[in-house]
């Protein structure tokens, strides 16, 4: 044949073939995998009645009394968690608010996450599967620690609206949302802080920041402001809260993945064997093979932001494990610094980096991938990827292997719950709540270990023995009034101890008597008028109760941190209404004509 030199369009192509651009991910993919992803996870969760476990305790109807504000004498530790609560279960009972708030906080951390990791739909759909299916989100779950997962999952738009005030020079809204709900509790909000200063930092912005940390982190560094004198916690409780290895995986390993929860009751069993290092081994190559692709897909500023928040994380966890004698030490008499004893808590920071890393990675392989060669192969790379994080972390699905699920209170604590109520207005004093001791594992909660509901249940303030025990170390509770009052049960007789607790302002003394048969505790009796006695539950009011009421310039000054707090999203919510209204003006005006 002679060559005329020219040639077929089609044959040009053939011999000189360009990369084709991947296809768009469709817009409903991301949210579906999501929630299909944080469904699986959650799994029994999700049925009618409430999720118990550990520190995660809801309650029907959370009262908006005064110790939800910061005015207890204990240090503030669900501060402001409880009072968002409270004001929302107000809207949305309990049970519902406890389900949209897990389920909406991993479904919208995942959805995030893909937005951080733009690529092909496998990558993005890794990006979420990881966010999502881990060891951090796994074991903060079933310990119930709800307030950093919500952190967590605002850890991505913290980065995507920040990015977005830098470039396009004026405060989006949804941050002055996002914000206070990123700082639900003290370890929380100060790596949320942490994150946004680092990311939103800059030439007239720099007040604008501060501002924003501060008012979002306001509740609880006024209410912790205010409880200095008890803000130092047990020197033994640092080596008990320290990162730990998992298995034989060390702890500064583990942590690389996300792992190395104090308590072990939590961790997942495939992080302890062979599979935990095959985890680290895969996602560490992952991560290797695509640090160079996302160095170069990333701007410097976010490189410095991704890699400062995950150093930052790492390295405040792996000196729990290296040293926690001595950072017990100074949390024995620095106030406030017992917010780094638990080494984990602050991996959150190191999230987004591991999961933008390791979907890189996967984009280089699953360019590698499309390459000459056999058609299945990109597929087969795709789904690996996709089905990566679920692989690496079986254990995680349906409620973290049955560790998880719903439950109704006793039948006794509805009928206990105003006859306590009453009791307690009308001296104005407040709730003990025995026997002594912080956890439960209720045959109701079919067995699962849970922070003693019954003080939350009620609805006065309530006084409850705050000392943990664990792996036969007790750690010293924080609040003295607790301490006063279990004293005061050794007085010597039941009138003794009745006159004591009244001076403390202990109207009620409520006893379970179902922990205190399964707990084998000997409850010592309080003279005074017995109104419920049984099933379940024992109610006693004392007489002569000597009330305390918080100082005026407590009040004061939380109410201004509380206004600083909901002040940004107020304004936000009454502008989108605002807007909203003249949109439909306008329709209205258009229509009519």
């Not at 990558?123 to 990881?130: E, K, S």
């Not at 006893?511 to 205190?516: K, Q, T």
């Amino acid at each position: 044949m002679t060559d005329t030199g020219q040639h077929d369009p089609s044959e040009r192509r053939a011999v000189d073939p360009r990369p084709t651009p991947p296809r768009p991910t469709p817009p409903w993919l991301v949210p579906l995998w999501s929630l299909l992803l944080a469904v699986l996870l959650l799994g029994p969760a999700l049925a009618p009645g409430y999720v118990l476990s550990f520190d995660m305790v809801w309650v029907p109807d959370l009262a908006l009394r005064p110790d939800v504000w910061g005015l207890g004498s204990g240090l503030p530790r669900a501060v402001p968690s409880d009072a968002v609560v409270g004001l929302l279960d107000e809207v949305v009972g309990g049970m519902v608010l406890q389900k949209l708030v897990l389920l909406g906080s991993l479904v919208a951390g995942g959805v995030g996450a893909a937005r951080l990791a733009p690529g092909p739909t496998p990558v993005r759909l890794l990006a979420v599967g990881l966010w999502q299916w881990n060891p951090f989100v796994v074991e903060r779950l079933v310990l119930g620690a709800w307030p950093v997962l919500v952190a967590y999952a605002a850890l991505p738009w913290l980065l995507l609206l920040a990015r977005e005030w830098r470039t396009g020079g004026r405060v989006p809204r949804r941050l002055w949302l996002v914000v206070p709900l990123a700082c639900l509790s003290a370890s929380a909000g100060l790596a949320s802080a942490l994150v946004l200063v680092l990311a939103a930092w800059g030439r007239g912005r720099r007040r604008a920041v501060l501002a924003m940390a501060a008012a979002g982190n306001a509740p609880w560094l006024v209410a912790g402001a205010l409880h200095a004198s008890v803000a130092t916690t047990d020197a033994a409780g640092a080596r008990l809260f320290a990162l730990q290895g998992e298995g034989a995986v060390p702890g500064p390993l583990a942590a690389l993945t996300l792992g190395g929860v104090w308590n072990v009751e939590v961790v997942p069993p495939s992080r302890l064997g062979a599979t935990g290092w095959v985890a680290l081994v895969v996602l560490a190559a992952l991560a290797l093979l695509g640090s160079r692709a996302w160095w170069r897909a990333t701007v410097a500023r976010e490189r410095g932001v991704l890699l400062a928040a995950w150093a930052t994380g790492w390295l405040l966890a792996v000196l729990t494990w290296a040293a926690p004698d001595a950072l017990g030490s100074l949390a024995a008499s620095v106030p406030g610094l017992g917010l780094l004893r638990d080494g984990s808590r602050l991996l959150l920071l190191c999230a987004p980096l591991l999961v933008l890393l390791v979907a890189h990675g996967a984009g280089v392989l699953l360019a590698l991938a499309r390459r000459p060669a056999a058609p299945v192969l990109p597929l087969a790379v795709a789904g690996a990827a996709v089905l990566l994080p679920v692989a690496l972390l079986p254990d995680a699905t349906w409620g973290a292997a049955g560790r998880l699920g719903a439950v109704d209170f006793p039948s006794s604590w509805a009928a206990a719950r105003p006859v306590v109520s009453a009791a307690a207005a009308s001296s104005g004093g407040d709730v003990l709540v025995l026997p002594a001791s912080s956890y439960r594992q209720p045959a109701w909660n079919d067995d699962r270990k849970v922070l003693d509901p019954l003080g939350r249940y009620l609805a006065p303030d309530y006084v409850a023995d705050d000392s943990l025990v664990v792996d036969g170390t007790a750690v010293a509770g924080e609040d003295p009034r607790a301490r006063a009052a279990l004293a005061a049960l050794d007085a010597g007789t039941p009138e003794a101890a009745a006159t004591e607790l009244a001076a403390l302002g202990v109207a009620v003394v409520v006893v379970d008597l179902e922990a205190a048969a399964a707990l084998s505790a000997d409850v010592p009796e309080v003279a005074g008028q017995v109104l419920v006695d049984g099933p379940g539950l024992r109610v006693v009011r004392l007489g002569g109760v000597e009330a305390d009421p918080s100082p005026r310039s407590w009040v004061v000054a939380l109410v201004l941190a509380w206004a600083a707090y909901l002040g940004g999203p107020a304004v936000v919510c009454v502008l989108a209404l605002a807007t909203g209204a003249r949109a439909t003006a306008r329709r209205v005006r258009r229509k009519s004509a």
